[in-house]
């Protein structure tokens, strides 16, 4: 398995549905490589879930989807031990986060409780119920779609949530070009009907090892410490980032650097991700009306340490 050949043939089959957002098609390949969890945001309409399911239907592996509305309840999300009574004891019935990609549409629909109930499965890849502990299939990645908070209907993601997610993406509107051409496109048929896997689970999985071996240096390795520390003594900003963010930076920049076809990791792989994968978790003082711009000046203040862009 050639790991470039691989990636590059899962993008374009995410291209084949979504039109001229390259950018949001390679940060859900790399959370995917990163063995992270991907939230989509942004208004209805934009093809937030198009791109979740592109990018499950691309690869060939068990997925679930789950549509979050106010009547979910944590059970149909982890399972329920059902009573057996010829067998006389309880079977669990595992739930829809029993799968490799879960895709979670609307995620914000649902009550505060139905979403802590992804809380452990995004974190240790199991679910506990009962008191029992299940794994969960392995890769496993939560794919989820929200509107705006303010928009209505929905809830805020708590920051424990928040935090879970590896990277937050907005699609964004197309520009007129690819707008165009998707009318043009999908007036005789559907981009999906034809959309089939390109990747193996196993090959996945060979990338994921693959990307996690991906060699980081000591002054790269500083140059995320020193942003993320920033986050946190920066006046605009009432909440920094967590350690778990620093991990996640890291490995998300060697899942990129590997789909760039690199052994190592340079300060452009973490400039690259720093807007996706930071900003979602700051909460900003008040009155400070971009987190994403004041992340940006976090960057373009912190010195590159002598020595991040040598490798082996």
């Known amino acids: 398995m050639e790991f470039e050949t691989v990636a590059r043939a899962i993008l374009d089959n995410i291209e084949k549905v979504i039109d001229g957002k390259p950018e949001?098609?390679?940060?859900?390949?790399v959370v995917l490589l990163a063995e992270g969890h991907l939230l989509i945001e942004d208004v209805p309409g934009v093809g937030k879930t198009v791109l979740a399911k592109a990018l499950a239907r691309s690869v060939s592996c068990s997925v679930r989807r789950i549509q979050f509305t106010p009547d979910l309840l944590p059970s149909d999300i982890t399972g329920v031990s059902v009573y057996d009574q010829v067998a006389r004891e309880f079977e669990f019935?595992?739930?829809?986060?029993?799968?490799?990609i879960v895709i979670g549409d609307e995620i914000n629909r649902a009550s505060p409780k139905t979403q802590s109930a992804l809380l452990e499965a995004m974190e240790e890849r199991q679910v506990t119920v009962d008191g029992t502990t299940y794994p969960l299939a392995m890769p496993f990645s939560v794919v989820a779609t929200?509107?705006?908070?303010?928009?209505?209907?929905?809830?805020?993601l708590p920051e424990a949530q928040r935090d879970r997610f590896m990277a937050r993406?907005?699609?964004?509107?197309?520009?007129a070009a690819a707008e165009l051409a998707m009318v043009q496109q999908r007036e005789a048929h559907n981009p999906?009907?034809?959309?089939?896997?390109?990747?193996?689970?196993?090959?996945?999985?060979?990338m994921i090892a693959m990307a996690r071996a991906i060699h980081v240096s000591s002054a790269v390795e500083q140059y995320v410490v020193d942003i993320v520390q920033?986050?946190?003594t920066d006046s605009e900003l009432r909440l920094g980032a967590s350690p778990r963010a620093t991990?996640?930076?890291?490995?998300?920049?060697?899942?990129?650097a590997a789909v760039h076809g690199r052994d190592f990791v340079l300060p452009d792989?973490?400039?690259?991700l720093v807007q996706v994968v930071l900003p979602h978790r700051l909460i900003p003082m008040r009155g400070v009306s971009s987190v994403d711009d004041v992340v940006a000046r976090i960057v373009a203040e912190t010195p590159v340490p002598a020595g991040a862009v040598q490798h082996r």
Do not use: C
């Not at 929200?146 to 805020?156: D, H, I, L, R, V």
């Not at 991990?247 to 990129?256: C, E, F, N, P």
């Open 169 to 175: 993406i907005s699609m964004g509107y197309p520009d």
């Open 247 to 256: 991990l996640q930076l890291i490995r998300a920049a060697k899942a990129r």
């Open 146 to 156: 929200q509107n705006p908070f303010e928009m209505e209907g929905t809830y805020a």
């Open 230 to 232: 920033a986050t946190r």
């Open 192 to 206: 999906f009907d034809g959309l089939s896997a390109v990747a193996t689970i196993d090959d996945i999985s060979a």
């Open 93 to 100: 019935k595992p739930g829809a986060v029993f799968a490799n």
């Open 269 to 272: 792989d973490v400039d690259a």
């Open 24 to 29: 949001a098609a390679e940060a859900a390949l």
